[in-house]
């Protein structure tokens, strides 16, 4: 029986809307960033498997396949799956898991049907001739979007660029649909990880632990045009504040990373009124 026929139906609601609720900017990073559907939901499988396996353990001990199985909802049998590649460290990736944008930059840097005799990717007609790009739409798109919305995507993110006499030449053997500093995305995802997991820890802690600090100052009452204002408080008073902190841990900083260290700290962000980055433009 799957665990989940033990909790009432009011919990799974509020569970599916805590679930959204994390889960919506996220999305918003992997999308800019090129991850398809299907890999996001094969990571979150991967994911479940780990997580039940770690830290839902019955007095200590590791979390046995059944009772994963009982946790996650899968098969005992996609759960040993699962088990299996995390202990190999498998990726899972694969040209058909990639989304089809992906498939066709690759194949045009791949298929021979489209290299030259060079080995490079060929410039294609857009429709008709021995090579197209309609060609190669066909073989590798599995057509989930119409050629045009696909080709004008391509270019939108500029991948493919447009020659005269209607050729196409290809740019970009990968699909990225935001150019993204790497340096920046990984501060961001650090800063999700670090404030769920305090969350959780002080939701789900032993009693007998001090929570970790947690808090933060909101009001819906203020003018539209204050946000500048306050943006540029925090921009002092929260980077003094980062100062004294790091100043704190400097100070009780050990010669040498050792077993006896532990990575500790605070984050300070702004809350504001959410607005899609970059609205109205690549359309």
Not at 244 to 255: K, M, V
Request: hydrophobic share 35%; with cysteine.
């Amino acid at each position: 029986m799957d665990s989940s026929q033990h909790k009432a139906p009011g919990q799974h609601r509020f569970a599916e809307e805590i679930c959204r609720m994390i889960v919506r900017p996220i999305v918003g990073l992997l999308l800019r960033n090129g991850l398809s559907f299907s890999r996001f939901s094969e990571i979150c499988r991967s994911v479940y498997v780990d997580v039940a396996a770690k830290e839902f353990g019955l007095e200590g001990r590791r979390t046995n396949t059944s009772r994963i199985a009982l946790l996650t909802g899968l098969s005992r049998t996609r759960v040993k799956q699962e088990l299996d590649k995390l202990d190999a460290g498998q990726d899972q990736s694969s040209i058909d898991q990639v989304r089809p944008a992906s498939r066709i930059l690759m194949a045009w840097h791949a298929d021979p049907d489209f290299l030259d005799k060079t080995g490079k990717p060929r410039v294609l007609t857009v429709e008709g001739g021995e090579h197209s790009f309609k060609d190669l739409y066909d073989k590798y798109s599995g057509k989930i979007a119409p050629m045009t919305a696909m080709l004008k995507e391509l270019r939108n993110v500029g991948a493919v660029e447009s020659l005269n006499g209607g050729k196409l030449r290809v740019i970009s053997r990968t699909y990225v649909p935001r150019a993204t500093d790497a340096g920046a995305l990984k501060r961001v995802c650090m800063a999700v990880r670090d404030l769920t997991e305090t969350g959780s820890y002080n939701l789900y802690r032993d009693e007998h632990l001090r929570a970790r600090f947690e808090r933060f100052a909101t009001n819906q009452l203020i003018p539209a045009n204050q946000l500048d204002e306050f943006t540029e408080f925090l921009n002092q008073e929260g980077q003094a504040f980062l100062e004294r902190a790091d100043n704190w841990l400097i100070g009780r900083e050990a010669d040498a990373s050792s077993d006896d260290t532990v990575r500790v700290g605070v984050g300070v962000y702004q809350i504001a009124p959410w607005t899609v980055p970059d609205a109205g433009k690549n359309k």
